[in-house]
T-cell receptor, first 113, second 115 residues
Framework: QKEVEQDPGPLSVPEGAIVSLNCTYS??????FMWYRQYSRKGPELLMY????GNKEDGRFTAQVDKSSKYISLFIRDSQPSDSATYLC?????????????FGTGTQLKVEL | DTEVTQTPKHLVMGMTNKKSLKCEQH?????MYWYKQKAKKPPELMFV???????INESVPSRFSPECPNSSLLNLHLHALQPEDSALYLC??????????????FGPGTRLTVT
């Protein structure tokens, strides 16, 4: 069983739709939960992070964590064509002298006009 | 400045070549990372440097040799690679301790092709 599971998509939605992206995890040692956005042929860009169960909102993005169910979500409101990218969930644990990120497989999102 | 730069952007090398990838950051971060990303796959951690010392090696083959000459620079030396090593190599940096340490800033990557 993978430590982090994420539906790879692809997911295609019309402009203005609400998008829901989800990940599940099995490792209770994960402390921080993040969402990265990666455009084609670019490095991942941190979108949002949280470390506790509950919701965190930033503009059109809402990150949700349920530690009891080991489930995290990212909601995108009023989706735009510029949101078309691969969205990676990532989970962090302290290992050695650094922070080890374990990524989900990524969900490819296309927002169509 | 929240930028991590990587050079070269693209690299084609033969299996007998020796080459190096370079990464630089000026954010004062003391943790730096190398990741490998194959097409349509997530990044996979290779190495972590903390205060210029290697702290994590994720059982990476010895044909990959990391080096951290100072707090701003990270190199990855490549030797006798295989075609299956072709991938996007990403560098990242972060704080070492405290709440922001999970916040890793990624460079654009070096796209490596081994022929």
């Amino acid at each position: 069983q993978k430590e982090v599971e994420q539906d790879p998509g692809p997911l295609s939605v019309p402009e203005g739709a609400i998008v829901s992206l989800n990940c599940t995890y099995s490792n209770s040692a994960f402390q921080y939960f993040m969402w990265y956005r990666q455009y084609s042929r670019k490095g991942p860009e941190l979108l949002m992070y949280t470390y506790s169960s509950g919701n965190k909102e930033d503009g059109r993005f809402t990150a949700q964590v349920d530690k009891s169910s080991k489930y995290i979500s990212l909601f995108i409101r009023d989706s735009q064509p510029s949101d078309s990218a691969t969205y990676l969930c990532a989970m962090s644990q302290i290992k050695g002298g650094g922070n080890k990120l374990t990524f989900g497989t990524g969900t490819q999102l296309k927002v169509e006009l | 400045d929240t930028e991590v730069t990587q050079t070269p952007k693209h690299l084609v090398m033969g299996m007998t070549n020796k080459k190096s990838l370079k990464c630089e950051q000026h954010m004062g971060h003391r943790a730096m990372y190398w990741y490998k990303q194959k097409a349509k796959k997530p990044p996979e951690l290779m190495f972590v440097y903390s205060y210029e010392k290697l702290s994590i090696n994720e059982s990476v083959p010895s044909r990959f040799s990391p080096e951290c000459p100072n707090s701003s620079l990270l190199n990855l030396h490549l030797h006798a690679l295989q075609p299956e090593d072709s991938a996007l190599y990403l560098c990242a940096s972060s704080q070492v301790r405290g709440a922001p340490s999970y916040e890793q800033y990624f460079g654009p990557g070096t796209r490596l092709t081994v022929t």
